[in-house]
């Protein structure tokens, strides 16, 4: 089976953000040009967070695989074009020195880069789950390593592009959501570890947005064994494909909003919930008061329905403060 590059599309929020073309225009405004590396810039999510950097008046380095992206990346006022490969420690490298040459420094740092990888987890083939846990989990911890001394000299903020999917997960979903979930965990480590130099680390969890990563994966897995008559999981299957094949929704302006909130704004959140509508929110809520639930039953230590209100309504205090 082929390994499979594609960009991660994304997700939008359920909080209300400002805009940013109101909001932080003026943070840019009449200060040294910040700089910010977006990965997986080229198309989907990742070419809408640099177009929206740059409208508001930051540097935006984009990095991108092919020459075709970028040449046209290289067209968009305030972006440079990065040949960046996440998974080839070479090219990141170039992209350090790139970034270090151009005198800017480096603010943030979008770890937006990523791919879709789906079926049922006692089939897939290792090459699969290896390649994917790669492209989104281990290529960040390269990238990120490669550039925090930047990011701490400049004492910025990073954004890690997650998803829902590192607190859901599902049948045919358990390759995409350990790569997420993984990334969950290495996220909330980084910004206790990123505190000590006053460097600000965020999660943007995204579900569903308008994109192409669902319809190519859709059309390889048509072609696996275990979507063909016969396999125990053909009939679940085709209604699988048809849900990745069906991504008409939302262009991605509001992930775009976050991940400027993430980096610019006074307070920052660690996590954004970005989805685009009700029903998604509280499929990704429930199943963390359902989990919360099933980890406080029946046991010695075991709290009160009380006490977990209460435990409730003060940590949602703390995050109005």
Known sequence: MSKRTLVISAIFATVALSSPQ?????????????AVLVTGASSGIGLKIAETLAANG?????????????DALNKIPNIEAVRLDVTKQDEIDAAVKTVRAG???????VNNAGIVTTGPITEIAEEELTWILDVNLVAIYR???AFVPLIIESKGR????????GILSGMFWAPYSMSKHALEAYTDALAEEMQLFDVQVSAVNPGN?????????AVVMINEPYAQPGSPYAEDMVDHIAYLSDRMYKEPDDVAAAVMHALFDDAPKPNYLVVPNQGEARWTILRLI???????DDHEFSYSDEELIQMLKEATAAQRE
């Open 22 to 34: 109101t909001s932080f225009a003026a943070a840019a405004e009449g200060k040294t040009q910040k």
């Open 58 to 70: 930051y540097f935006v380095y984009a990095g991108a695989r092919k020459q075709a992206d970028i």
């Open 103 to 109: 005198g800017r420094g480096l603010y943030g740092l």
């Open 143 to 145: 990238v990120t390593k």
């Open 158 to 165: 990073i954004s890690n592009i997650s998803s829902i999917s």
């Open 209 to 217: 947005y308008r994109s192409r990563i669902g319809t190519k994966e």
């Open 290 to 296: 359902e989990e919360m639930a099933e980890l406080n």
